[in-house]
């Protein structure tokens, strides 16, 4: 017989209910913890706020109630319709109120706080609990042993009544922090690192999670969690046919184009004309009705739609059509986790099926110590699952090199095409050359072509023959006739 599933109730926050799966299991308790400041208090409110057709109880051990209501109020939540039983410090102690003092002990009979929470979820009936915090309770017991006791009575108590329940602590060493852990069907870990603000699930029981951690924000409208993106949970049935460029000899490069789902790396160093490559994809592909987005973390969107328009691609004509958005992201403002957040709601809310991201070095400045590749890895994995075409524009740190060097992050496995853009010296005169490097879907031209960009667009020449070390910047010419003697 198959056993229906549990009920599941919302935390009221989008994110975390998706790396909970569903949300919380209800009538259990769960423990939030995580240092002063992590955002503690203003996930419980959200829990309690989001159901508004039952009663919720807010007991507070360590803010009085004006205060609670007040920084709720500037948070974005309004406990209007919230019951709060305040057991704060330096609240009088009055039989038959709802107000105790903390200067009661456990063992006290009558009054005491445990009884007064009880008594009053007997009288109410709340659905939802928010113990804040817990950890002020260790004060009115002997020891741990009696702590763990009456606080495993109040969380038991409260669930078989039919209330969920959340309950906070301060992160700590102490053995009272960790007797708490033993105590929730669950714990949400809450902390700031410097790699910004991150949730942690590390147990729940009866139900499966998303692992890791997941950046979270604290602002005027309270938490926002963006969960880390898992790309193997994502699936759209595709096409493979080829995407063209719209330059027949940039075609010819590559037998047609480029497949579309799958990653195309332009690489090159710094202004031999990479993000002006991308754009061509980009604004070919909106120009035929496909939904196309550029992510730019380089440069702003009128210095863009400037040097394209200097060329004559007609970039700012798509985006009026609606088929083309220009996304500039301030790298030092967006977590990885926020970005691909982004990523995830045009895919998936306007049906992208093509993406730029500008540059990885850009990129990389929002990563604050972790490694870019992980991260390039899960978002490009999540594209290509959904059909999405992907270009990614790579800066090469060195202008001429012995060695041809496509990428410093170590990244080339990810794409499937790989276009490289490379300086060389001419009679003394600074060139441009374009070739590929790499396809994993067709065949592709072997030979190198010169490269501009003018008023008139996009420019690749012929092949170029007679030459060699070509790749390292500095050809030189083969006498072609003395060569064939020799044959």
Not at 83 to 105: M, N, R, T, W
Not at 147 to 176: H, I
Not at 265 to 293: C, D, N, Y
């Amino acid at each position: 017989m198959t056993r229906p599933h549990p009920l599941r109730l919302s935390t009221g926050i989008a994110g975390l209910d998706q790396i909970l799966h569903g949300g919380l299991i209800a009538q259990r308790a769960y423990l939030v913890r995580g240092g002063p400041g992590s955002g503690k208090t203003t996930l419980g409110m959200h829990f309690l706020l989001d159901d508004s057709d039952s009663d919720s109880l807010l007991v507070t051990l360590g803010e009085d109630e004006e205060k609670l209501r007040d920084n709720a109020r500037r948070s974005g939540l309004s406990l209007d319709n919230v019951k709060i039983l305040d057991v704060s410090p330096g609240q009088a102690s009055e039989v038959g109120s709802d107000v105790y003092s903390l200067l009661e002990s456990w063992d006290v009979e009558g009054n005491t706080i445990h009884d007064s929470i009880l008594d009053h979820a007997r009288q109410y009936r709340p659905k939802r609990v928010l113990i804040d915090s817990l950890s002020q309770m260790r004060y009115l017991s002997a020891d741990t042993f009696q702590f763990r006791k009456q606080v495993l009575s109040l969380l038991r108590t409260l669930t078989n009544q039919g209330a969920t329940v959340m309950f906070t602590s301060e992160e700590s060493t102490a053995e009272d922090d960790k007797a708490l852990l033993f105590l929730g069907d669950g714990v949400i870990s809450l902390e700031s690192t410097d790699y910004g603000r991150l949730c942690r699930i590390t147990k729940f029981r009866g139900s499966g999670f998303e692992d890791g951690t997941h950046f979270y924000q604290l602002d005027s409208q309270g938490m926002t969690l963006f969960p880390r993106l898992v790309p193997n949970k994502f699936f759209r049935s595709h096409s493979h046919t080829q995407m063209s460029s719209g330059l027949p000899a940039l075609d010819a490069l590559t037998h047609g184009g480029i497949e579309r789902g799958t990653v195309t790396l332009l690489s090159g160093p710094t202004g031999v004309g990479k993000t002006t490559l991308g754009a061509q994809f980009i604004v070919q592909a909106a120009a035929k009705g496909e939904r196309a987005v550029i992510y730019n973390f380089d440069e702003n969107a009128s210095t863009f739609f400037m040097r394209c328009q200097q060329i004559g691609l007609p970039a700012e004509e798509m985006v009026d059509k609606g088929t083309l958005s220009f996304e500039a992201i301030e790298p030092l403002l967006y977590h990885p986790d926020q970005f691909s957040a982004s990523v995830r709601e045009e895919i998936e809310n306007q049906n992208t099926t093509v993406v730029m991201i500008d540059s990885l070095s850009g990129y990389q400045q929002s990563m604050s110590g972790e490694h870019l590749q992980a991260r390039v890895h899960a978002l490009c994995r999540y594209l290509v699952n959904m059909g999405v075409t992907v270009i990614l524009v790579n800066e090469t740190f060195t202008i001429t090199d012995t060695q041809a060097r496509v990428t410093e992050y170590g990244l080339s496995y990810v794409a499937d095409n790989i276009i490289m853009l490379r300086y060389i010296e001419l009679n003394g005169e600074l060139r441009k050359t374009i070739g590929v490097l790499k396809k994993r879907a067709s065949n592709f031209e072997k030979n190198l072509r010169e490269f501009d960009i003018t008023q008139e667009g996009i420019q690749v020449g012929e092949t170029l023959h007679g030459m060699r070390g070509l790749m390292n910047g500095v050809p030189e010419m083969i006498n072609l006739n003395h060569a064939s003697d020799k044959s």
